[in-house]
Every structure is written in C-alpha cells, then in structure tokens.
C-alpha cells in the first residue's frame, strides 16, 4: 500500500509541475504522440485483463490456465516496455529530445517514470511466474498473486491517466 501511495503522489507532483508550467510557459509547444502508445496501451490492457483471468483461474484451481495467462500478462508487459522504447525512439528521429521544449520533457520523464514502475512490477509478476511454474504457489503466495495484479492495474490506471494527460494538455 505504501509502494502505491508514494507512486501516486509522485504522479501528482508532477502532475501539478506540468499542469503549472503549462500554464506559466510562452514557450510551451505540444509534442506530437506517437502512434505506437495507441499499440502500447492494448497491450497493457491485454496484460491486465492476462492477469486477472489468471487471478481467477488460480481461484479455481486450474492452475495450469494460471501459468498460461500469467506468463501472457509478464510478456505482454515486457511487450509494452518495448513499445515505449520504440515511442521514445520514434521521437527521437523525430528530432524530439528530452531537451527540445517543456511537453517533450515533461513526456520523457512521465514516461520514464511510469516504465521504472513497470520494471518492477515486471520482476514482481516473474517471481510469481517462476514460483508458480515450479508448483510452489501454496496458499502464503497466492497474496503475492494479489499484490502483484492490484499493482498492475494500478500501473494501467496510470498510463491511461498519462496518455489523456498528454492528449488533453500536452
């Protein structure tokens, strides 16, 4: 609880940054999106919804339905981190550098902020993946499953915050 508290008052400080530079700024100039977070943002939900039907096979016992939807929820999640590679890099022959005006900056590091979260949430759902794939998911673990899909959705809650931020204010 106390990892999600903290990520989103990170989120509304910078929020309020961006929001009052915004405001403040003769030289803010909106960043075109890339068209691959469109792509990034299914496969994030794609993940969510991987895992919770893996949260609700594991409820069921069906154990093996648990390992194939939560192993499709940790690679479409690494999927994602490679698309916004792919954004950053898009942007990059672009000519938009974290440096080129306010909205990019504000996009590099929101983002950037978001994808460290993602990296840890990533080595969270691998530790349940492996445990789960060595049959070692008793009932003390099965938290863990928890904790790591509310965490996930919380990281999808935010990337859609961020996107329509960025639609909205960008």
Same mark, same amino acid.
């Given at each position: 609880? %106390? *990892? &999600? =508290?903290? #990520? @989103?008052? +990170?989120?509304? $400080?910078?929020?309020?940054?961006?929001?009052? !530079? /915004?405001?403040?700024?003769?030289?803010?100039?909106?960043?075109?999106?890339?068209?691959?977070?469109?792509?990034?943002?299914? %496969? *994030? &939900? =794609?993940? #969510? @919804?991987? +895992?919770?039907? $893996?949260?609700?096979?594991?409820?069921?016992? !069906? /154990?093996?339905?648990?390992?194939?939807?939560?192993?499709?929820?940790?690679?479409?999640?690494?999927?994602?981190?490679?698309?916004?590679?792919? =954004?950053?890099?898009?942007?990059?022959?672009?000519?938009?550098?974290?440096?080129?005006?306010?909205?990019?900056?504000?996009?590099?590091?929101?983002?950037?902020?978001?994808?460290?979260?993602?990296?840890?949430?990533?080595?969270?759902?691998?530790?349940?993946?492996?445990?789960?794939?060595?049959?070692?998911?008793?009932?003390?673990?099965?938290?863990?499953?928890?904790?790591?899909?509310?965490?996930?959705?919380?990281?999808?809650?935010?990337?859609?915050?961020?996107?329509?931020?960025?639609?909205?204010?960008?």
């Amino acid at each position: 609880m %106390v *990892l &999600l =508290a903290a #990520s @989103v008052m +990170l989120i509304a $400080a910078f929020t309020s940054a961006f929001v009052v !530079r /915004r405001g403040l700024s003769d030289d803010w100039v909106t960043m075109p999106l890339p068209r691959i977070l469109w792509v990034n943002t299914a %496969v *994030l &939900l =794609a993940s #969510s @919804v991987a +895992l919770e039907l $893996a949260r609700r096979a594991l409820k069921s016992g !069906r /154990r093996t339905a648990f390992n194939r939807f939560w192993t499709a929820g940790t690679v479409l999640g690494l999927v994602f981190l490679a698309g916004q590679y792919a =954004a950053w890099q898009q942007l990059y022959r672009a000519g938009i550098y974290i440096a080129t005006n306010p909205s990019s900056s504000f996009f590099f590091l929101l983002t950037c902020v978001h994808a460290v979260h993602l990296i840890g949430g990533i080595g969270a759902l691998g530790y349940v993946n492996i445990q789960a794939l060595r049959l070692r998911l008793g009932p003390g673990k099965r938290t863990a499953v928890d904790v790591c899909a509310v965490f996930w959705h919380f990281l999808d809650g935010m990337w859609v915050y961020l996107l329509l931020l960025f639609l909205i204010w960008g």
